[in-house]
């Protein structure tokens, strides 16, 4: 199965805050998928063998004390009556047991508590509970399935916990960016809040196999900050010492993702300048392709591709309306909504008065 990472809260609460200090630091901190989000990931891989039983899942952060009118918790599966928001949908994460049916605790399993979790509001607290513990018993024999309802409880209370930190440090944070930057002591204070929260409820092994992902991005975060706000830097400096960072990272998927993201930036500022200087079709697929990979290159040529050939019908479209105008403007309106459907489909034309809208603006800033 591949592994997957989310971007933990921390870094996105940072990096919405970095949102309003410099656009640069957009560019070098947009996440893929918000961990405060309650939305299940609905890919899935299963694998039966004698020594695991895998599945995969998103991360809810807050809202764990709600109320519903749904009171039948009685499971065999866990997947009786599912909440609208995983109908449809296939279990994410993973139990994994060794050859002594001993627990062997992973990333996998805290998305597979986040993929139950991420359903409330549909359902109260007590149905969650219920219907995780009768997923896991069904699934998985003892004494791992008692191990595994174990550190859900823990984790429960674990989010109930660090709801309340967040809330603490929320106006802090708010504070500190009215002055333009964020207050690194803050952050150092919650990260430290958080690490303490997390000793006080797992081992060391739970701690490792959940949070080591997070604890990475957040390190990332923390550290272009830190480059960010130093005054005594000039842009190529810090651009220089991000690179730097980046660099001395361990090689895996957490350094891809992050180079990958970091190169948003330059591609997109690359392109414009080689596209304003006339740069082919294939110059641009080049510097793509060494900034994101053979397969984005080729994703993106084919966009371009497609937003010309959308641009010149555009343009048609906009001439022979400004005709029709001209010559009929009472009766234009019939002849105009024929000719968008010649021209376009459905979805190219709720487009158009968007499209209008940023050429307007093109044209004005010229």
């Given at each position: 199965?591949?592994?997957k990472y989310r971007v933990p809260y921390f870094a996105l609460v940072i990096i919405a805050i970095v949102i309003a200090v410099t656009i640069a630091v957009i560019l070098w901190f947009k996440p893929d998928k918000s961990a405060a989000t309650v939305l299940a990931d609905t890919s899935t891989t299963v694998s039966?063998?004698?020594?695991?039983?895998?599945?995969?899942?998103?991360d809810p952060y807050n809202g764990l004390e709600v109320s519903s009118t749904q009171t039948n918790t009685e499971f065999t599966t866990g997947l009786e009556r599912l909440p609208s928001s995983l109908q449809g949908t296939q279990v994410d994460g993973e139990i994994i047991i060794d050859d002594n049916k001993q627990l062997v605790v992973?990333?996998?399993?805290?998305?597979l508590f986040d993929y139950f979790l991420s359903a409330m509001g549909e359902e109260?607290?007590?149905?969650?509970l219920a219907r995780v513990e009768s997923y896991i018993r069904h699934h998985t024999p003892e004494p791992a399935a008692s191990q595994a309802?174990?550190?859900?409880n823990q984790y429960v209370s674990y989010l109930k916990q660090l709801s309340k930190i967040e809330a603490s440090y929320g106006n802090l944070q708010l504070q500190a960016t009215k002055a333009g930057a964020l207050d690194l002591n803050v952050v150092g204070q919650r990260?430290?809040?958080?690490?303490?929260?997390?000793?006080?409820?797992?081992?060391d092994e739970t701690i490792k196999a959940f949070f080591s992902s997070d604890d990475s991005y957040d390190e990332y975060s923390v550290a272009m900050l830190e480059i960010e706000q130093n005054q005594l830097m000039s842009d190529m400096q810090k651009n220089a010492a991000r690179q730097d960072y980046v660099s001395r990272m361990p090689d895996g998927d957490i350094k891809s993702n992050i180079k990958q993201q970091a190169n948003i930036g330059e591609l997109i500022e690359r392109t414009e300048q080689m596209k304003a200087k006339g740069a082919s079709a294939q110059e641009l697929y080049n510097m793509r392709r060494e900034l994101v990979g053979a397969p984005a290159a080729t994703r993106l040529a084919k966009i371009d591709v497609e937003d010309a050939n959308f641009d010149q019908r555009f343009m048609q479209y906009q001439a022979q309306k400004q005709q029709l105008l001209t010559q009929n403007p009472d009766n234009a309106q019939i002849q105009i909504n024929q000719l968008e459907q010649q021209l376009f489909d459905d979805a190219e034309r709720k487009r158009l008065t968007g499209y209008a809208a940023l050429k307007q603006e093109s044209l004005d800033s010229n």
């Open positions: 199965m591949s592994k039966n063998g004698s020594t695991n039983a895998m599945t995969d899942m998103s992973t990333e996998g399993l805290r998305r109260d607290e007590a149905t969650i309802v174990a550190i859900f990260k430290q809040d958080v690490s303490n929260l997390r000793k006080q409820i797992f081992d």
